[in-house]
């Protein structure tokens, strides 16, 4: 199976259980965080709904240099606006996985603040750090509505709160 495709399954997969949350968010809660060193729910919540977006960044790129561009995160506080970009940064993801030619994934990827380098290898390796980001901040999002009192949706069986499993 080539890369691409196996990227392109786990991240629809992966997109569906992220849009459960998703479609959960509070509209209330956005500048709610658990601890002041903590993320705002605000800021997690567009996180999550960029991350697909690096996918298609990373095969697009050679490197992404944080002096260079600095990180300028969404401030997206309203549900529906959300979905719509994440669903966009998945589509775009989906797009640059299928036109990527498999050796594309080899070639070498940086992420880098100048002369301090965060990661640096093949972009296969890169692609596979977004998703696995984008299961981390997910989690915390799930520990962010456990302590809200909200429904935390199911992503890999069941929770406590969803018996459809």
């Known amino acids: ?28 809660k956005y ?7 903590s993320m705002t729910f605000r800021q997690l919540v567009n996180h999550v709904a960029e991350l697909p977006g690096w996918v298609s960044f990373i095969l697009a790129t050679d490197e992404l240099d944080f002096e260079k561009e600095p990180y300028q995160p969404n401030e997206l506080s309203d549900q529906e606006k959300l979905l719509d970009y994440f669903r966009a940064c998945v589509s775009d993801a989906k797009k640059a996985l299928s036109e990527a030619p498999e050796e594309a994934f080899y070639k070498n990827w940086k992420l880098c603040a100048g002369e301090l380098v965060f990661s640096d290898g093949p972009r296969w390796e890169m692609v596979r750090h977004s998703f696995n980001q984008l299961t981390h901040h997910r989690a915390q999002l799930g520990t962010y509505f456990r302590l809200l009192g909200l429904s935390v949706p199911s992503t890999y069986g069941g929770s406590a709160d969803d018996d459809r499993f």
């Open 31 to 37: 500048d709610w965080q658990p601890h002041p060193k």
């Open 1 to 28: 199976m080539k890369l691409s495709e196996m990227f392109l399954t786990e991240l629809t997969q992966e997109a569906e259980i992220t849009e459960r949350f998703l479609t959960q968010l509070p509209d209330d």
